[in-house]
């Protein structure tokens, strides 16, 4: 058995008192979800539609969900007012479709622009030059029910200290750009989002302010 109140101890106790945890659930029972709920956790998130759907409608109402998948623009209607925020918006395209989805259905949606700088070609996300020309052009100005509220990156998958970290650090570096630049005049763009299990200790080094963390939560993930 896994220990998750043990383990979310441990885990809380290395977390800065600014940084927030997101409890990683996707693969994991709705009983494990349950006993994290109980130990006080109210952020979870999922990485697949069909698993977020089938899970809420056994957990407590009061669970902020956040959205940290891939999400097909066939399945934007099925997520939009069901999450606190989809932290994994990936393309302009996509953030249009969330925007025109939330518009219809009344609601007003958090967002966070992914990006991916880390070596792995299969990772979603914008480039460094597609965020920063996405804000130079004023993109942000046509929504009308999204909120951008910061960005989301992972680093390269590896034991590289020093590549990990200076992941982190190019997706800090956009991050304090965008939220730093007075021709923007954004508010409430200030969640930082980087940090897995095995590396959100570098994550947090380099700024993360919301560190998404599953196995060293629930254990390893059965797929
Ligand atoms: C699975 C996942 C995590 C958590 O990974 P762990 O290594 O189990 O902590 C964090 N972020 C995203 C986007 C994920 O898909």
Same mark, same amino acid.
């Given at each position: 058995?896994?220990?998750?109140?043990?383990?979310?101890?441990?885990?809380?106790?290395?977390?800065?008192?600014?940084?927030?945890?997101?409890?990683?659930?996707?693969?994991?029972?709705? #009983?494990?979800?349950?006993?994290?709920?109980?130990?006080? $956790?109210?952020? @979870?998130? !999922? /990485? %697949?539609?069909? +698993?977020? *759907? &089938?899970?809420?409608?056994?957990?407590?109402?009061?669970?902020?969900?956040?959205?940290?998948?891939?999400?097909?623009?066939?399945?934007?209607?099925?997520?939009?007012?069901?999450?606190?925020?989809?932290?994994?918006?990936?393309?302009?395209?996509?953030?249009?479709?969330?925007?025109?989805?939330?518009?219809?259905?009344?609601?007003?949606?958090?967002?966070?622009?992914?990006?991916?700088?880390?070596?792995? #070609?299969?990772?979603?996300?914008?480039?460094?030059?597609? $965020?920063?020309? @996405?804000? !130079? /052009? %004023?993109?942000? +100005?046509? *929504? &009308?029910?999204?909120?951008?509220?910061?960005?989301?990156?992972?680093?390269?998958?590896?034991?590289?200290?020093?590549?990990?970290?200076?992941?982190?650090?190019?997706?800090?570096?956009?991050?304090?750009?965008?939220?730093?630049?007075?021709?923007?005049?954004?508010?409430?763009?200030?969640?930082?989002?980087?940090?897995?299990?095995?590396?959100?200790?570098?994550?947090?080094?380099?700024?993360?302010?919301?560190?998404?963390?599953?196995?060293?939560?629930?254990?390893?993930?059965?797929?």
């Amino acid at each position: 058995m896994v220990d998750i109140k043990g383990n979310l101890a441990k885990v809380a106790a290395t977390l800065p008192r600014d940084v927030e945890l997101l409890a990683v659930t996707k693969f994991h029972p709705v #009983e494990a979800l349950r006993e994290a709920y109980d130990c006080g $956790l109210r952020r @979870f998130g !999922e /990485n %697949r539609v069909q +698993e977020l *759907l &089938s899970k809420q409608p056994h957990l407590p109402s009061d669970i902020k969900w956040h959205f940290i998948g891939h999400l097909q623009s066939n399945k934007v209607r099925q997520v939009v007012g069901r999450v606190e925020m989809i932290e994994s918006v990936d393309t302009v395209r996509l953030l249009n479709i969330i925007d025109r989805e939330s518009q219809r259905a009344g609601v007003v949606s958090k967002v966070l622009l992914q990006l991916h700088v880390a070596r792995e #070609e299969t990772k979603f996300g914008f480039s460094v030059d597609e $965020l920063m020309d @996405f804000f !130079e /052009n %004023r993109g942000f +100005e046509s *929504l &009308s029910a999204v909120h951008i509220c910061g960005l989301m990156g992972m680093a390269s998958n590896t034991d590289d200290y020093e590549r990990v970290s200076s992941d982190f650090r190019e997706i800090a570096r956009c991050y304090n750009l965008i939220r730093n630049d007075e021709r923007f005049g954004l508010c409430g763009f200030d969640i930082l989002s980087m940090g897995m299990t095995n590396d959100y200790e570098i994550a947090i080094r380099e700024g993360s302010n919301h560190v998404r963390i599953g196995t060293a939560i629930f254990g390893e993930r059965e797929y």
